[in-house]
């Protein structure tokens, strides 16, 4: 695995975070378009599709990991589309920088 594409995938997250609704649309669509945008980064990119990153960086920011997502709990504790949406796609950047950086190529 080459460091450039995870950090090519890093650097398209941070962009749509940036402007969430010119590449999301409804940001109420970001749990779909997420897990769509890992779908294809695990295809064309990432081979091991089995780390814990996701649960560590989720939990480790103070959200519970359950088969609801985090966003469930974002919601329950009162958070806004928007900010769920920004949430997200912090949590989406702090586990591809994880991954980077468990890389040895």
Not at 10 to 35: A, C, H, S
Not at 68 to 92: S, T, V, W, Y
Request: aromatic share 12%; proline share 3%; net charge neutral.
């Amino acid at each position: 695995m080459n460091k450039t594409y995870i950090a090519s995938i890093i650097n398209r997250l941070e962009e749509i975070r940036q402007r969430p609704m010119m590449w999301i649309g409804k940001l109420t669509d970001i749990v779909p378009f997420l897990n769509g945008f890992n779908s294809a980064c695990f295809v064309t990119v990432y081979e091991n599709t089995r780390d814990n990153f996701y649960e560590e960086i989720v939990k480790g920011r103070g959200w519970h990991v359950s088969s609801q997502g985090p966003e469930f709990f974002m919601r329950e504790k009162g958070l806004n589309d928007k900010e769920i949406a920004d949430e997200l796609l912090a949590i989406h950047i702090e586990v591809w920088k994880k991954r980077y950086d468990n890389i040895n190529s």
